[in-house]
């Protein structure tokens, strides 16, 4: 199975210093804003027409962040007026999702969401972690390789009904 072709990288917007913390109940509609944002531009391009219905119908990104808000951590710039661009949520040894406003992408608030999840899951004992990644999300494994994650698989997910390839990337955790 080949993956599709790799887009050209949007070019690197002025670097936008975070600082990565607890989600807070304050923190849940700008990471529902955050999360219909990203399907909007990654997902849905890619969806037959029943997913986005779907999504936007039962009110999928509103209902994620209600589910596991408590245990997400945000990127909120320290410019003091952007406010919180984007999120991570983890379960187990897993990173289960990390998502930044598609304006505010490589700008720093994905790696600072990424290294503070490496951070975490070897704090909580875990010697190495593993992220999975639709294979049209081609951004998004350019970015996980860059940071030193190795493919070592793929399988099919099931988004909404709609089976997608997906690439399966794991990395050693340094100092474990």
Not at 21 to 35: K, N
Not at 135 to 158: H, L, P, S
Request: hydrophobic residues 40%; charged residues 30%; aromatic residues 8%.
């Amino acid at each position: 199975m080949s993956d599709l072709p790799r887009p050209k990288p949007k070019p690197r917007g002025k670097p936008l210093p975070v600082t990565v913390r607890q989600a807070e109940e304050r923190d849940r509609p700008r990471m529902v804003e955050i999360m219909d944002q990203c399907w909007e531009a990654t997902w849905m391009p890619f969806m037959p027409p029943a997913v986005p219905a779907r999504y936007r119908s039962e009110n999928l990104g509103r209902a994620f962040v209600e589910h596991a808000w408590q245990t997400c951590r945000v990127a909120e710039a320290d410019d003091g007026k952007t406010g919180v661009v984007g999120f991570s949520f983890l379960l187990d040894r897993q990173i289960k999702t990390i998502q930044v406003l598609p304006d505010h992408q490589r700008r720093g608030a994905g790696r600072a969401l990424l290294e503070d999840a490496e951070a975490e899951l070897a704090k909580a004992g875990h010697n190495a972690v593993y992220v999975e990644c639709d294979v049209f999300n081609a951004r998004a494994a350019v970015f996980y390789r860059a940071m030193g994650y190795e493919e070592t698989g793929r399988i099919d997910t099931d988004i909404l009904g709609y089976k997608v390839a997906t690439h399966v990337f794991e990395k050693k955790l340094a100092g474990t």
